[in-house]
């Protein structure tokens, strides 16, 4: 698990966590696949069929991402209330499933070749059935509709992130789509608050992009230091620690997740729950706040920064080497650097970057409500307390604590 840890960290910190799937997240969602539904205790076929599919996942290289089957605003506001579903069954025998109906956001699908959707509605309505579905994105009937590319300048060298690492999310569209029986599976409304679900590999995969991230901010705030000539002045020192801080909190806390695993009901090792909920707190309390700290730590020079075309004029090349070089930096590396963190927290990509974390893993609320229910030690602690006093307290339980509001969707009702 560490080994595969080191892994993820390098491969997301090669695009400053902005690239939020890398090439082994299909494998987690099909091992998060197998857990749930064995501990669900569902037929050994559907077992042997997700074993299977993993298996190919291994041999082809296929590329699977995750939907989690939410219906679109439209769908959600429509006055029947049978009506406002992301999916529809049309029509079902021995051989698979017909499904319509349209998924809100999910990411990477113009690049993956399956999707994995989870249903958040009863098939059919009433049925007590939530389907799970194995999907092709080029089976017949399926559409992709992505959304527009994230704004940012032609020139490489004024957005050198964003230019190369604009993830796209979409929208998926069904009409008629066939499924294979083999690729159906009897599953549940999904809720993430539960200790082993199906996107527990996948909330380590996230910590670890959200780190990639961290770190990114921490380095360019470190070489800004000393590019800008500011590595002695207190109050820059200070920013620095507390940059430092909010990277050193979340990677112990994703060391310990590894050093402290838990077994699921497939006999496999997860990343200890708890500690990857606290470095997800971590990171949702401490983002904008490091953002806001690498805009003001260069000062205006962040505003003012020029492009490298400027420098195509040899008299306005001169007048920015005497504006922007010196301590031993010429202009344009001094500039170049400027323009990586402008890019970084500053751009279109930062704000999509925020926006998608927000929704797409629940935010500070979310992460807050798992961190409450998977939280183990209420009545050790509260019961510890007796040894220091000289009265006998009765046994207390708080265990209530851990049942609070499961993840579930906002409620969007039509007017009436």
């Not at 805009?295 to 040899?314: E, H, M, V």
Request: hydrophobic fraction near 40%; charged fraction near 20%; charge should be neutral.
């Amino acid at each position: 698990m560490q080994r595969l840890g080191r892994a993820l960290k390098a491969g997301l910190f090669s695009s400053g966590g902005n690239i939020t799937h890398t090439p082994g997240y299909g494998a987690l969602i099909s091992l998060g696949l197998l857990n749930h539904l064995t501990g669900l205790n569902k037929s050994s076929e559907d077992i042997a069929a997700v074993n299977e599919y993993r298996e190919s996942l291994c041999r082809t290289g296929r590329f699977l991402t995750f939907a989690g089957g939410g219906a679109l605003i439209g769908s959600r506001l429509r006055q029947d209330p049978g009506q406002r579903v992301a999916l529809r069954l049309v029509s079902e025998t021995n051989e698979g499933i017909v499904v319509s109906g349209k998924v809100q956001m999910h990411t990477t699908t113009p690049f993956a070749e399956d999707v994995l959707i989870t249903s958040r509605d009863e098939l059919p309505p009433g049925s007590g059935r939530w389907p799970w579905i194995l999907l092709p994105i080029n089976a017949p009937g399926v559409r992709v509709v992505a959304r527009r590319t994230a704004a940012r300048h032609p020139n490489p060298f004024l957005s050198p992130l964003s230019s190369r690492f604009d993830e796209l999310d979409a929208l998926l569209w069904l009409k008629d789509v066939f499924i294979p029986r083999e690729r159906v599976f009897a599953g549940e409304l999904l809720d993430r608050t539960k200790r082993h679900s199906l996107v527990s590999w996948l909330l380590w995969h996230h910590n670890y992009g959200w780190l990639a991230k961290a770190e990114l901010t921490l380095g360019l705030g470190l070489a800004l230091a000393e590019v800008m000539g500011l590595k002695q002045n207190t109050a820059t020192i200070e920013q620095l620690v507390d940059l430092a801080v909010a990277v050193q909190t979340s990677r112990t806390c994703i060391a310990a997740a590894e050093l402290d695993p838990e077994i699921t009901a497939s006999g496999h090792a997860l990343p200890g729950q708890a500690h990857l909920a606290a470095a997800a707190v971590n990171i949702f309390k401490s983002r904008q706040r490091m953002a806001e700290t690498l805009r003001s730590l260069p000062g205006s020079s962040l505003i003012n920064a020029p492009a490298d075309t400027d420098f195509a004029d040899p008299v306005m090349a001169a007048e920015l080497e005497d504006a922007f070089g010196g301590g031993g930096y010429t202009a344009l590396q001094r500039a170049a650097l400027l323009q990586l963190a402008w890019d970084h927290v500053s751009s279109g990509l930062d704000g999509r970057e925020s926006a998608f974390e927000l929704n797409a893993s629940g935010g500070m609320t979310a992460w807050r409500a798992r961190l409450r229910t998977w939280f183990q030690d209420y009545n050790g602690l509260a019961n510890g307390v007796q040894q220091f006093l000289g009265v006998e307290l009765p046994e207390m339980d708080l265990t209530s604590l851990q049942s609070g509001p499961s993840e579930r969707p906002r409620q969007v009702l039509p007017p009436s």
